[in-house]
T-cell receptor, first 119, second 114 residues
Framework: GAVVSQHPSWVICKSGTSVKIECRSL??????MFWYRQFPKQSLMLMAT?????????EQGVEKDKFLINHASLTLSTLTVTSAHPEDSSFYIC???????????????FGDGTRLSIL | AQTVTQSQPEMSVQEAETVTLSCTYD???????LFWYKQPPSRQMILVIR??????QNATENRFSVNFQKAAKSFSLKISDSQLGDTAMYFC???????????FGAGTRLTVKP
């Protein structure tokens, strides 16, 4: 149980295009999902917290207009990298916490990540 | 702000032996959770073990156990009978009960040698 599906797993696109990444909780509902960015050989850095039915909360230094987050249902959050440039190339990982309590003590379950390469 | 520190960038261990990975954290919160995640080369994040701060008993999961020292803000992971499949990056992580996001340490790259 507690499976999180992230799609696509790998995307290559030209500079200036927008890329949408989906994060789905397959067998549970999640009020809160999280988006992380991971550079090679580095740790996961939280980008934003996605809350169903409300605006996402972004970490300091993360551009809201560059990284658009939508959490339209209890099982789906999307991250759109707008007008992507080579410096946006990275590994993006989402996670979801089961339950509708945003402060649930359930552990986060992670998607398999998306490798984004901007040419 | 909460910070998580893993001071061992790389470690290695012989197969079947025991290894301990260190983690310290800094917080003013009293209620929180600590986790160890494993990230193999596939880059999938796998939960290894978790500990609730209010529990004094150290968590164990088969070959994995923790040494949780709340006063010292230390949370080390012990892997017993190491297996080749344990080779991975290991991240220590912290979640406060009052702030539901998760903070990760820099990670420790563990290599199990045959």
């Amino acid at each position: 149980g507690a499976v999180v599906s992230q799609h696509p797993s790998w995307v290559i696109c030209k500079s200036g295009t927008s890329v949408k990444i989906e994060c789905r909780s397959l067998d549970f509902q999640a009020t809160t999902m999280f988006w992380y960015r991971q550079f090679p050989k580095q740790s996961l850095m939280l980008m934003a917290t996605s809350n169903e039915g409300s605006k996402a909360t972004y970490e300091q230094g993360v551009e809201k207009d560059k990284f658009l987050i939508n959490h339209a249902s209890l099982t789906l959050s999307t991250l759109t990298v707008t007008s992507a440039h080579p410096e946006d190339s990275s590994f993006y990982i989402c996670s979801a916490r089961p339950g509708q309590d945003p402060y649930s003590n359930q552990p986060q379950h992670f998607g398999d990540g998306t490798r984004l390469s901007i040419l | 702000a909460q910070t998580v520190t893993q001071s061992q960038p790389e470690m290695s261990v012989q197969e079947a032996e025991t290894v301990t990975l260190s983690c310290t954290y800094d917080t003013s919160e009293n209620n929180y959770y600590l986790f160890w995640y494993k990230q193999p080369p596939s880059r999938q994040m796998i939960l290894v073990i978790r500990q609730e701060a209010y529990k004094q008993q150290n968590a164990t999961e088969n070959r994995f156990s923790v040494n949780f020292q709340k006063a010292a803000k230390s949370f080390s992971l012990k892997i017993s009978d190491s297996q080749l499949g344990d080779t991975a990056m290991y991240f220590c992580a912290f979640t406060s009960y009052n702030n539901n996001d998760m903070r990760f340490g820099a990670g420790t790259r563990l290599t199990v040698k045959p």
